[in-house]
């Protein structure tokens, strides 16, 4: 939800990226102005803001002015970029664009207003541009990604197949009525890059509820 500067930028021999990211739109779409809290048993632990900005060196200017003056009302961005400091208004509550070449070598900090982790094209995008480092934040949830891959081939498969397994195993759950579809919609794409972080050692992910 983070890059939408350019439609065709996935290799073309990846044919089934059209079916995945297409399937991330619909997800999109579903959990906008539903869920925005994590059901019972997902909710990751709770630390104090002040704490986060000094774990992931972040200046709390930043935060205010990334989350503005319409309290979240778009997603907003800030880049680091060497010597290079960008700051990015948003389009709306889902979507702000970054060109690519400000991606490499990159540390973006962005809003998420409707609280939810990270996009599979916000993921795919600092994988293969070469970004460094991913923060989404609201009032209530704080993610990191790190990306110490060296390449993003190495790890497609990977996220193609936690994505398929996740769908089933929570579709299992809302048939039982464990969980609701919108619930579905906003712990997904924590889910899944919860588990990629566990099997792919360059990839790092990070994930908080900001405690009050």
């Known amino acids: 939800m983070i890059f939408d500067y350019l439609k065709f930028h996935y290799p073309i021999c990846y044919y089934k990226d059209v079916l995945y990211n297409a ?5 999109k779409e579903n959990y906008i102005e539903k869920a925005e809290k994590y059901p019972k048993n997902y909710k990751p632990s709770s630390i104090p803001l002040e704490n986060l900005l000094s774990k992931y060196n972040i200046k709390l200017d930043d935060i205010n002015k990334i989350k503005g003056l319409d309290n979240f009302g778009v997603e907003n961005a800030i880049i680091y970029q060497q010597n290079k400091y960008t700051f990015i208004k ?3 509550k889902n979507r702000v664009s970054i060109n690519k070449v400000d ?43 790190k990306n110490n891959l060296k390449s993003y081939n190495s790890i497609y498969d990977t996220i193609a197949t936690i994505i398929d397994e996740t769908t089933k195993s929570l579709n299992l759950k809302i048939e039982r009525g464990e969980l609701s579809k919108s619930e579905f919609d906003f712990i997904i794409p924590h889910l899944v890059w919860q588990k990629v972080s566990k099997l792919e050692e360059g990839f790092i992910y990070e994930s908080y509820a900001i405690s009050k």
């Open 23 to 27: 399937y991330m739109e619909i997800l």
């Open 90 to 92: 948003g389009v709306d």
């Open 103 to 145: 991606i490499l070598n990159s540390k973006i900090i962005h809003s998420h207003p409707m609280g939810s982790s990270f996009s599979k094209a916000d993921i795919d995008d600092i994988l293969l541009y070469g970004g460094d480092e991913l923060i989404a934040f609201n009032d209530n949830y704080f993610y990191f990604f």
